[in-house]
């Protein structure tokens, strides 16, 4: 069965310190990964994706993520963290069904707090 | 500017009531998707429509219906058969394989 697992529902970090929010899938064809923010009482804004090419892909406000077919890993990395990165992450995959429909599976969410 | 818009952004309703929450895209995108969201389970797929008159039950259809007679337009009716209405729901739209975009959303409460 297809699935996003993302470790750790919270996750602290000092202002500055480097950003990290796991996020592992389970497919059995080449996916499509998404990363998306969602801060309060508000809908998710695309922060990057990876559909095929180069492995590490760049996104919006200094974030990155690499795609390890090995490891299964899409994993979310910033060098720095800001205050204003404080938010729900979310880790998802587009899965492909018969007829031609697809849709995305979704992790449960990463809150991220960043602390002075 | 194009984007999605839901309504109203916060809606409470009574017991025993239908409602109905809007959906509105002018991106021309084809399939769109509602969304429920429930503190630390994600997002959950309710429905999604592929194409217009065409709709298909996702994860959790029961006690929702939908409609899908214009392209840009998906409302989500919320019945008195679903148990436990009360989260947050989120309207998407997709245009050819690329990514889903998200409107801003509407926060049931039943009363």
């Known amino acids: 069965a297809q699935s996003v697992t993302q470790l750790g529902s919270h996750v602290s970090v000092s202002e500055g310190a480097l950003v990290l929010l796991r996020c592992n899938y389970s497919s059995s064809v080449p996916p499509y990964l998404f990363w998306y923010v969602q801060y309060p009482n508000q809908g998710l804004q695309l922060l990057l994706k990876?559909?095929?090419?180069?492995?590490l892909v760049k996104g919006i406000n200094g974030f990155e993520a690499e795609f390890k077919k090995s490891e299964t890993s899409f994993h979310l990395t910033k060098p720095s963290a800001h205050m204003s990165d404080a938010a729900e992450y979310f880790c998802a995959v587009r899965f492909m069904f018969s007829g031609g429909y697809n849709k995305l599976i979704f992790g449960a969410g990463t809150r991220l707090a960043v602390h002075p | 500017d194009g984007g999605i818009t839901q309504s109203p952004k916060y809606l409470f309703r009574k017991e025993g009531q239908n409602v109905t929450l809007s959906c509105e895209q002018n991106?021309?995108?084809?399939?769109m998707y509602w969304y429920r969201q429930d503190p630390g389970q994600g997002l959950r797929l309710i429905y999604y429509?592929?194409?217009?008159?065409?709709?298909q039950k996702g994860d959790i259809a029961e006690g929702y219906s939908v409609s899908r007679e214009k392209k840009e337009s998906f409302p989500l009716t919320v019945t008195s058969a679903q148990k436990n209405p009360t989260a947050f729901y989120l309207c998407?739209?997709?245009?050819?394989?690329?990514?889903?975009?998200f409107g801003p959303g509407t926060r049931l409460t039943v009363l």
């Open positions: 991106l021309n995108h084809d399939a």
């Open positions: 990876y559909t095929t090419g180069a492995t």
């Open positions: 998407a739209s997709r245009s050819g394989y690329n990514e889903q975009f």
């Open positions: 429509s592929q194409i217009v008159n065409d709709f």
